[in-house]
């Protein structure tokens, strides 16, 4: 189903997954590579089709370690990259995930989260994966993660993850639970030249005179293209600003800071929320995915009520919203925290709160999503 419409763009009915494809062909994207798996195989199916159509390349590869390993190439090579995962595959991509942040590799990982661990419940929806995508790989290092609750912002949050990815030179995760990924919504996608998209700064200085992994204001060293004349060392091992591995300290110490310092330093540009009903609330939900499309139908019930309710919608989920959350601890009594798992975000809304309100946890982990009625009355509980 597709129509064109007065309104500047193309009305489509498409499910969750098939929006992040569009969302990253929009952004363009033009290398994918990946292995199949439940519930994420139809973004690569509408990438295997869309991607040769438009010169880019898809490629099935043997496993996730390898897909992985295939978009840090090809992103070297001046290509914007994506893969697209569930768990178990999510946990084998984390040493080139690690391997990415390291070298400062922007590419795409999304992960369209189902219950586990292990094979876990392939075809149900789950949150469980907040705390490995910020964690997952080892080391101290920073993250960008997102996670959409609409078919819409699939395609969004998509953009905007390439956007970041290319920005802050670092890889981009998307999380999305199997409810989102799966339902499907009449939605308005954008002409392309409406769609904002960031590229990757470029060196202006000859090969000869550029420092790959010079410090500058931003944080972010401007990225020579392979195959453009441009050629330096790229190494998982800590290096030197030339890209050669170092065991100095007084190497090592700055390059590690400023690998935090381009994530930190540009916080007001990574996070991002949405408000419902929140200026006033005295009970307020903090979630995010599908549950937060549940909490916004609980708010306007308790509103109906009378009851001073509000939502705000994470977005973002690293780094974690410190600031946002703070503010709406000093307004509300109460903060509710529905998750289909058993307290991943909530740990990060009980740490920044520090006892302010009162924290009220509502947790699922056995593959069903948290029902409007269930926040519902855990605000109607908060309220007497």
Not at 101 to 122: D, Q
Not at 128 to 138: E, F, L, N, S
Not at 334 to 353: D, F, T, W
């Amino acid at each position: 189903m597709e129509a064109v419409t007065e309104k500047r763009g193309r009305e489509i009915l498409l499910q969750g997954n098939e929006a992040v494809a569009e969302g990253a062909l929009a952004a363009g994207c033009r290398f994918f590579a990946g292995y199949p798996i439940t519930p994420a195989t139809e973004i690569s199916e509408v990438l295997s089709v869309k991607l040769p159509e438009l010169d880019g390349t898809f490629i099935q590869m043997e496993d996730e370690i390898a897909s992985m390993g295939a978009i840090i190439g090809a992103s070297l090579a001046g290509v914007k990259s994506m893969t697209a995962t569930s768990g178990p595959g999510f946990s084998l991509m984390q040493e080139n995930i690690g391997f990415a942040c390291m070298a400062e590799v922007p590419c795409v990982v999304v992960n369209v989260m189902r219950g586990g661990p292990s094979t876990g419940l392939p075809t149900f929806p789950s949150q469980g994966d907040v705390m490995q995508a910020r964690w997952g790989t080892h080391g101290d290092h920073p993250i960008v993660v997102l996670t959409p609750a609409t078919v819409r912002g699939c395609f969004d949050i998509t953009v905007m993850a390439f956007n970041f990815s290319e920005k802050y030179r670092t890889p981009v995760i998307v999380l999305i639970d199997e409810v989102v990924g799966h339902m499907r919504e009449k939605i308005l996608l954008p002409p392309t030249e409406e769609v904002r998209v960031f590229d990757r700064i470029q060196p202006t200085v000859p090969p000869e005179w550029y420092i790959p992994y010079e410090d500058n204001a931003t944080g972010v060293p401007p990225m020579g293209i392979f195959g453009s004349g441009y050629r330096y060392h790229v190494t998982g091992l800590t290096h030197d600003v030339r890209g050669f591995p170092t065991q100095r300290p007084d190497e090592i110490d700055p390059f590690m800071r400023r690998l935090f310092r381009k994530i930190v330093q540009h916080f007001g540009d990574l996070q991002v929320g949405e408000a419902f009903l929140i200026e006033d609330a005295q009970i307020a939900v903090i979630a995010y995915g599908a549950v937060a499309r549940s909490a916004k139908r609980a708010v306007k019930e308790a509103r109906a009520r009378g009851i001073r309710a509000g939502l705000f919608q994470l977005v973002t989920l690293w780094p974690f919203m410190r600031k946002a959350v703070e503010g709406i601890a000093s307004q509300a009594r109460v903060l509710i925290v529905p998750e289909m798992n058993l307290g991943q975000i909530s740990r990060e809304v009980k740490r920044v709160n520090e006892g302010k309100a009162s924290v009220v946890t509502l947790n699922r982990v056995d593959g069903d999503l948290i029902t409007p009625d269930e926040i519902l009355e855990k605000i109607m509980e908060a309220s007497r």
